[in-house]
T-cell receptor
């Protein structure tokens, strides 16, 4: 496989459930990101990992917990979510310091019921 | 902080019409500028980019010129096709952690 792969593509979960989103990149990049895409709103950067260390946490509620075990994998652990957390969650990766383009996965469509 | 402003749309055009989607930005320093495209059910794909003032990015018939004096990066295409129907995001990148700031996205619908 090549590029950035996200699983699952769709997820429906109850507010008391615990689930995880997975992202895998095969591009040899050293930075990975989680974004939230909601209707009528700009993409919201949630977390940034550079060389497996979290370097950015944009005031995301603690019910979202990221994990980056190595430079190729990124997880987003979810627990006790709210209906307003329903959105498309996009993973991205990029390479190098400075200003570079990001490569995105196809996203996980999350619905909280 | 950095920000990107673009029209939300939707923009509806007939096939072969001329397309302009406006994008303006505010940023410290000298950011790189991007246009990303998102087709239905897909993630974002880089369409074109420009890294310094007066650079022109181009791809698949789309063009955008980095205008520092007007802080703009408008997307243009001379003749749109039905297959260009998608959401287009203007974005900028600055700073040391590869952060990208996106606009709200403009939905384009091209009708035959």
């Amino acid at each position: 496989e090549t590029g950035v792969t996200q699983t699952p593509r769709h997820l429906v979960m109850g507010m008391t459930n615990k689930k995880s989103l997975k992202c895998e990149q095969h591009l040899g990049h050293n930075a990975m990101y989680w974004y939230k895409q909601s209707a009528k709103k700009p993409l919201e950067l949630m977390f940034v990992y550079s060389l497996e260390e979290r370097v950015e946490n944009n005031s995301v509620p603690s019910r979202f917990s990221p994990e980056c075990p190595n430079s190729s994998h990124l997880f987003l652990h979810l627990h006790t979510l709210q209906p307003e957390d329903s959105a498309l969650y996009l993973c991205a990766s990029s390479q190098g310091a400075g200003v570079t383009e990001a490569f995105f996965g196809q996203g996980t469509r999350l619905t909280v019921v | 902080g950095d920000s990107v402003t673009q029209m939300e749309g939707p923009v509806t055009l007939s096939e072969e019409a001329f397309l302009t989607i406006n994008c303006t930005y505010t940023a410290t320093g000298y950011p790189s500028l991007f246009w990303y495209v998102q087709y239905p059910g897909e993630g974002l794909q880089l369409l074109l980019k420009a890294t310094k003032a007066d650079d022109k990015g181009s791809n698949k018939g789309f063009e955008a010129t980095y205008r520092k004096e007007t802080t703009s990066f408008h997307l243009e295409k001379g003749s749109v096709q039905v297959s260009d129907s998608a959401v287009y995001f203007c974005a900028l990148s600055s700073g040391g952690y590869q952060k990208v700031t996106f606009g709200i996205g403009t939905k384009l619908q091209v009708i035959p």
